[in-house]
């Protein structure tokens, strides 16, 4: 469970986003979609795993160009694009959660840190502890201690995928 104090919320992608994304990808690709296999694919529109035979399809997504149509900032070159599973259709997006998505004990994540106009001003490795929420929160609370930071990606060491973005409180 998270802490009483938490007020840092785990970001889907966003509906409009996922709604491009579901025609042409953020890499200009055409939407693929298929069935899920049963191997838990990590749906980045409802933050959970997907459940066996689920439409789902694996799109380019760029989650720092996305937030930034949105703010008006210029990442310019820190601008990146990476994988990430969807499902194929319109779908209700995250059910109300009190958990971090996709965490476990010992699972190793990367957060990056990016200030107002989209710069990398950071970052740090973290293996989730035993209470996944207790690392996120203390890791967050570290990142956004810094003024400058407004935004935090928070992705998958192993395949450097994008999991879910953190906005400052
Ligand atoms: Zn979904």
Known sequence: MRTAETSYVP??????????????????????????TGGGEPLRCCLRPAAPGERIALVSYAP????????????????????????AAECGGPAPSE????????????????DAEGRIVGGRLLELPEVPAEGFDRALAEAFADPAVVLVHVRAVEYGCFHFEVRRP
């Open 64 to 87: 720092l160009r996305r937030w930034a149509a949105e703010t008006g900032a210029e990442p310019g070159a820190y601008d990146e694009q990476g994988p990430v599973f969807v499902h």
């Open 99 to 114: 958990e971090y998505p996709f965490a476990r004990p010992g699972a190793l994540r990367a957060l990056r840190r990016y």
């Open 11 to 36: 970001r889907a992608v966003a509906p409009a986003a996922l709604a491009a994304l579901r025609v042409v990808d953020d890499a200009g690709r055409p939407c693929v979609p298929h069935e899920a």
